[in-house]
């Protein structure tokens, strides 16, 4: 079983940064894909950004490409979402996932555990 905190949330202002980390509970952290979604009111939840076990390969929706980095520290057991040049659309509660099998990073439905995710507001 893994177990998977969000912190990092808050209220900025457009054009702001936030860093978002997700801490796992599990021995094996290095052997899971993780990935960051988010969903906004009344939207469906969406793929944010995803990163290998190695921390090699990186993915990112066209939306935030540029804007948000994801890394991973296996050491810590952590992965995080470096969040620059905010804007009022990146609004959303944002969740934390992870995956054991390859394939495609943006689906949500391959993600075997999720965490409860963390609101992050961006006013304009």
């Known amino acids: 079983q893994v177990q998977l905190a969000e912190s990092g949330g808050g209220l900025v202002q457009a054009g702001d940064s936030l860093r978002l980390s997700c801490a796992a509970s599990?021995?094996?952290?290095?052997?899971?894909?993780m990935g960051w979604f988010r969903q906004a009111p009344g939207k469906e939840r969406e793929f944010v950004a995803a990163?290998?076990?190695?921390?090699?390969?990186?993915y990112y929706a066209d939306s935030v490409k540029g804007r948000f980095t994801i890394s991973r520290d296996n050491a810590n057991n952590a992965v995080s979402l470096q969040m620059n040049s905010l804007k009022p659309e990146d609004t959303a509660v944002y969740y934390c996932a992870a995956r054991w099998s390859p394939g495609d990073y943006r689906r949500i439905d391959e993600y075997n555990y999720w965490g409860q995710g963390t609101q992050v507001t961006v006013s304009s």
């Open positions: 599990v021995r094996t952290f290095s052997r899971y894909a």
């Open positions: 990163i290998r076990w190695s921390g090699g390969n990186t």
